[in-house]
């Protein structure tokens, strides 16, 4: 099985270069972020030529999460179960489904803004949030999997320059430590390899030549329990995705899961 995450950066934008890269990559399942369209626009149809199952959250806003699949989507669940509201409502962060017997989450973590922001406590609460509605398929026999844009960056070496970053969400000690605690309800990263330079950034902004000066961070995350990570085969970060016209600001990362094994 070939799964992967990918911040599309709006579902409507890049639906082109979506579908071409789907026919091209042979993904099973993909692990859609940031749809920026309602459940109503989702382009269904076009992936159903393609061969995909298609799973929404969404309600036309900037957030929205997806699950494509070509090999079964049971068991949906929409949404974060007991997960904290935001200015009154949940938001359409998270989706999950069993895709021929791996249990998948696509995760939109929020962004957090700013530090001394309300969407900072927010996020840590999401956090806080996600850790418990995973912690029983984390611990148990089936392969499973957190896949999407956590917005934290685990290390400083997941950062193209710490100072840059110094004082602003994604590097703060607090976010670092919800994704510890995640990982501590028996997750584990899985570290993709880079296609070019040292670092398997998965984010580049659209300033400053950010891409090709490779100022990038890994915010894209794969985290899945032992039986998961016992099947993957590789994991890297699809770069070439983000080249070109019309690209998103993330690349997908790309797991190969040998379930055999």
């Not at 990918?6 to 749809?35: F, H, K, M």
């Not at 929020?110 to 609460?125: A, T």
């Not at 320059?161 to 607090?174: E, I, K, N, S, W």
């Not at 915010?219 to 995705?241: C, H, M, Q, S, W």
Request: with cysteine; proline share 6%.
């Amino acid at each position: 099985m070939r799964i992967a995450t990918y911040n599309v950066n709006s579902i409507t934008a890049r639906l082109p270069r979506l579908l071409a890269w789907l026919e091209s990559s042979g993904t099973d399942v993909v692990c859609i972020q940031e749809t920026k369209c309602s459940a109503e626009q989702f382009p269904h149809e076009q992936l159903r030529e393609l061969g995909y199952e298609a799973a929404v959250n969404a309600t036309g806003r900037w957030n929205g999460v997806a699950l494509l699949s070509k090999v079964g989507l049971d068991d949906v669940v929409l949404g974060l179960p007991g997960g904290p509201d935001y200015e009154g409502v949940q938001e359409p962060r998270a989706i999950s489904a069993t895709c021929d017997g791996v249990r998948v989450w696509s995760v939109y973590v929020p962004n957090g803004r700013e530090v001394e922001h309300d969407h900072y406590g927010y996020k840590l609460e999401w956090f806080r949030s996600l850790a418990a509605a995973v912690a029983e398929d984390a611990a148990g026999p089936r392969p499973f999997a957190v896949l999407g844009d956590f917005n934290v960056a685990p290390t400083d070496e997941d950062v193209y320059d710490p100072a840059v970053f110094a004082g602003l969400t994604h590097v703060t000690p607090a976010e670092r430590a919800a994704l510890e605690a995640l990982r501590g309800v028996g997750l584990s990263d899985v570290f993709p390899r880079a296609l070019k330079y040292d670092r398997p950034y998965t984010f580049w902004d659209y300033r400053m030549l950010a891409f090709p000066k490779n100022k990038g961070m890994r915010i894209d995350l794969v985290y899945g329990n032992e039986p998961f990570t016992k099947a993957v085969t590789d994991a890297y970060v699809d770069r070439e995705e983000r080249k070109g016209k019309g690209a998103s600001d993330h690349a997908p990362v790309v797991v190969d899961l040998d379930l055999d094994r």
